[in-house]
């Protein structure tokens, strides 16, 4: 079983910067994609970033220009650069893997990080 968590959410200032890092374990095999998604009160869960393989990454309106999405497979890991965060950014980010084994794909979700920007 794929298990993926998170961390470097917090609180910040608006203007500020986060990292969010999504570290994967368990049984890895063919990588869809590796995405960002963020959910704030009261809103439906929206894509903030995703990096195919092999592919081009996208963006949300919202942050592109803010934002960076990275992926490290040597370290199985994810990570999500936020830039010049404004408080409409603030949400729970939940991490997302999409993987393809047993003939057969699957998502993969932690648990959710929380992002708080003041001012």
């Known amino acids: 079983q794929v298990q993926l968590v998170e961390s470097g959410g917090g609180l910040v200032q608006a203007g500020g910067s986060l990292r969010l890092s999504c570290a994967a374990s368990g049984s890895i095999f063919s990588v869809n994609s590796m995405g960002w998604y963020r959910q704030a009160p009261g809103k439906q869960r929206e894509l903030v970033a995703e990096?195919?393989?092999?592919?081009?990454?996208n963006y949300a309106d919202s942050v592109k220009g803010r934002f960076t999405i990275s992926r490290d497979n040597a370290k199985n890991m994810g990570y999500l650069q936020m830039n010049s965060l404004k408080p409409e950014d603030t949400a729970v980010y939940y991490c997302?893997?999409?993987?393809?084994?047993?003939?057969?794909?699957?998502?993969?979700w932690g648990q959710g990080t929380q992002v708080t920007v003041s001012s």
């Open positions: 997302n893997l999409k993987i393809r084994k047993w003939g057969a794909a699957f998502a993969y």
């Open positions: 990096i195919p393989s092999g592919g081009s990454t």
